[in-house]
C-alpha cells in the first residue's frame, strides 16, 4: 500500500506518520511506500521497512498534485491548510491554500482514468456557526462565521461530491480543537486553549484572552490521530451518502480547563495563567460551536477521551515523558 499525506510538517501530521511507520499497516494492509508533502520539508526519521518520499511545494500550484499522485497512493490524507486565525488575517492566504489546494488535489485524483483512492480530508467544528443549541446533534446545520470555516465547508461539499461521483472514496472528519498542541503557540485562534496547559506545565507563564465560562469541545493529538487511521479503514457503505462526521470529544469551560490542570500538576502551576483579554481572539471564539452529540461518529467507533484530565494526561506522556 501506498500512502500520500498532504500537510505532512504539521503537528498531526508528524505525530500521523509516527504511527503509521511504527505499526506498519493501515487498513489491514502493509504500507510499503510514504509520500509526505508539505510547503516546507517534513522532519522524520526514515524507516527500513516503508520507502519514504519527501516532497515541498504548494498544492495550489498547478502541476503539484498531478506529481504526488504520479504513484497512484491507495489512501490520501488530506491535511495541509491555512490554520483559522491566519485564514481570517489573510483572506487571499486563506482562499488560496484552503479551498485552491483542495481543489487541485481532488481534480487531480478526478482525472486520473481507473483511480478511485479512500481519502480522508482534516474539516473543522469551524464549520457551524452561532446560534447553537445546548448539545449540537449531527443535523445541525452548518453555517461559518470565519472564512476558515467557509473554506472547510466548501471542501466538506466537493468532497462529498467527488465522492457521490464516484471520483474517489472520501471522509471528511471534523476535528474539535486540538488540545495540549505541543510546541509553540500558532496563528491559530484556538492556540490559547492549549497554551493555558502546555506553557504552565514547563514553568512558564500563559496568557487566557477570554472568559472562563467559554464552553468548547477537545480532543488530544494521540485521538486525532486516531481519527484519522480509523476514517482510512471505514466501509464508505457504512458511512452512507453523508460522508462529513462531526468527531467525538470534550467539552469543557476553560475554567474547567484550569481546573482540571490543577487536579493533575497542582496549584503553583495554575497560577502562572494570566487572564487578559484580546478583542480580535474573542471575536473568533464567540461564534464557535460548544458542545456536540457526534452520534454518527460514535457509532461508527470513533473514540476520544472522556475527560479533560486525560487530555492533559495523555500530553504529560507523549510530550513530557511522563
Request: hydrophobic share 45%.
Amino acid at each position: 500500500m501506498r500512502v500520500l499525506v498532504t500537510g505532512a510538517a504539521g503537528m498531526i501530521g508528524r505525530k500521523l506518520i509516527a504511527r503509521l511507520k511504527a505499526e506498519g499497516q493501515l487498513a489491514g494492509r502493509a504500507i510499503e511506500a510514504l509520500d509526505l508533502h508539505d510547503i516546507v520539508p517534513a522532519d522524520c526519521v526514515s524507516s527500513p521497512a516503508i520507502h519514504m518520499s519527501i516532497h515541498v511545494g504548494d498544492l495550489a500550484d498547478p502541476g503539484e498534485a498531478e506529481r504526488l499522485l504520479a504513484d497512484r497512493p491507495d489512501i490520501v490524507f488530506h491535511l495541509a491548510g491555512v490554520v483559522s486565525g491566519e485564514a481570517e488575517a489573510d483572506f487571499d492566504k486563506g482562499y488560496r491554500v484552503n479551498l485552491d489546494g483542495t481543489r487541485r488535489l481532488f481534480d487531480a485524483i478526478r482525472l486520473i482514468d481507473g483511480y478511485a483512492p479512500r481519502v480522508v480530508f482534516s474539516s473543522s467544528i469551524a464549520v457551524f456557526g452561532a446560534p447553537f443549541p445546548e448539545i449540537i446533534p449531527d443535523e445541525f446545520h452548518p453555517t461559518p462565521m470565519t472564512s476558515y470555516g467557509t473554506q472547510k465547508l466548501i471542501g466538506e461539499a466537493l468532497l462529498a461530491d467527488y465522492t457521490r461521483r464516484g471520483f474517489f472514496d472520501g471522509v471528511g472528519i471534523r476535528l474539535p480543537t486540538i488540545n495540549v498542541r505541543p510546541g509553540k503557540p500558532n496563528k491559530a485562534a484556538s492556540s490559547f486553549f492549549s497554551s493555558i496547559i502546555r506553557e504552565p506545565l514547563a514553568g512558564r507563564e500563559a496568557v487566557l484572552p477570554v472568559p472562563r465560562n467559554v464552553l468548547h469541545t477537545h480532543a488530544s493529538p494521540r485521538s486525532a490521530v486516531g481519527f484519522l487511521v480509523h476514517a482510512a479503514g471505514l466501509d464508505g457503505a457504512a458511512i452512507g451518502p453523508r460522508r462529513n462526521l462531526t468527531m467525538p470529544g470534550v467539552a469543557v469551560t476553560v475554567g474547567e480547563q484550569i481546573e482540571a490542570l490543577e487536579r493533575v500538576a497542582g496549584n503553583n502551576v495554575t497560577a502562572l495563567i494570566r487572564e487578559e483579554p484580546d478583542e480580535t481572539v474573542w471575536a473568533i471564539v464567540r461564534n464557535w460551536p460548544t458542545r456536540f452529540a457526534a452520534t454518527r461518529a460514535r457509532a461508527l467507533g470513533f473514540t476520544a477521551e472522556d475527560s479533560f484530565d486525560a487530555i492533559i494526561r495523555a500530553h504529560i506522556e507523549d510530550e513530557l515523558g511522563g
